[in-house]
Nanobody, 115 residues
Framework: QVQLVESGGGSVQAGGSLRLSCAASGNIFAIKTMGWYRQAPGKQRELVAGITWNGNTNYADSVKDRFAISKDNAKNTVYLQMDSLKPEDTAVYYC?????????WGKGTPVTVSS
C-alpha cells in the first residue's frame, strides 16, 4: 500500500515563505509525475505545480515566479517552496503522484496566509 504524507503547512503572514514536503512510502515504482494541488474553501481543486520523472516542471500562472517544485528521487519525496505568499494562496495543499499506472493522493496540509 502506497501512502503519501505531506508536511510543512501552517500559518504565515503575507510575503512570507513555507516549504511543503510530501514523502511517498510503500511499494511505489515507475513514478511518472509528482505534483501539488490546492483547494480553497468553496473552490475546486487546482493544479499548483507539477514535475515529471525527468525534471520538467509546470506551474499555475498564479504561482509562477513565487513557487518552486523539486523532488528527491532517492527519497520518493516532492517539495514545494512557496515564497512571497499571498492571502489568496490560502488553501489545503495536496500532493499527488502518478506511478505504475495509478494515482495516489495525500490527505492534505493546510496553508493559511494572513494579510
Amino acid at each position: 500500500q502506497v501512502q503519501l504524507v505531506e508536511s510543512g503547512g501552517g500559518s504565515v503572514q503575507a510575503g512570507g515563505s513555507l516549504r511543503l514536503s510530501c514523502a511517498a512510502s510503500g511499494n511505489i515504482f515507475a513514478i511518472k509525475t509528482m505534483g501539488w494541488y490546492r483547494q480553497a474553501p468553496g473552490k475546486q481543486r487546482e493544479l499548483v505545480a507539477g514535475i515529471t520523472w525527468n525534471g520538467n516542471t509546470n506551474y499555475a500562472d498564479s504561482v509562477k515566479d513565487r513557487f518552486a517544485i523539486s523532488k528527491d528521487n532517492a527519497k520518493n519525496t516532492v517539495y514545494l517552496q512557496m515564497d512571497s505568499l499571498k492571502p489568496e494562496d490560502t488553501a489545503v495543499y495536496y500532493c499527488a503522484i502518478s506511478w505504475g499506472g495509478m494515482n495516489s493522493w495525500g490527505k492534505g496540509t493546510p496553508v493559511t496566509v494572513s494579510s
